[in-house]
Nanobody, 115 residues
Framework: QVQLVESGGGLVQPGGSLRLSCAAS????????MGWYRQAPGKERELVAT???????NYADSVKGRFAISGDNARNTVYLQMNSLKPEDTAVYYC?????????WGQGTQVTVSS
């Protein structure tokens, strides 16, 4: 069974940066889109950023200009560079990869922005 494994979360001060990484444990063929979502305590999971198979990124308004998504479909890896972090970015961040057959999710990595 394929697993998505995230890394790179942690505690950072406001204004700091983190880079999240996600890799699939086995090859996933035909990925249409990869992305990152987040869920803060007491809130619903929300989209942060996605990147299509053609490399086109899409961002939530709240992270535009601060976050950058990149990925490699062939290697089943996706990254999220997060700059100028704010306390409201605190959440569990989930990696996501989608092909025609299935919607894969990681277990999540905690990002805490606090002084």
């Amino acid at each position: 069974q394929v697993q998505l494994v995230e890394s790179g979360g942690g505690l950072v001060q406001p204004g700091g940066s983190l880079r999240l990484s996600c890799a699939a444990s086995k090859m996933i063929f035909g990925i249409n889109v990869m992305g990152w979502y987040r869920q803060a305590p007491g809130k619903e999971r929300e989209l942060v950023a996605t990147i299509s198979g053609g490399g086109r990124p899409n961002y939530a308004d709240s992270v535009k200009g601060r976050f950058a998504i990149s990925g490699d479909n062939a290697r089943n890896t996706v990254y999220l560079q997060m700059n100028s972090l704010k306390p409201e970015d605190t959440a569990v961040y989930y990696c996501n990869m989608v092909n025609r057959a299935y919607n894969y999710w990681g277990q999540g990595t905690q990002v805490t922005v606090s002084s």
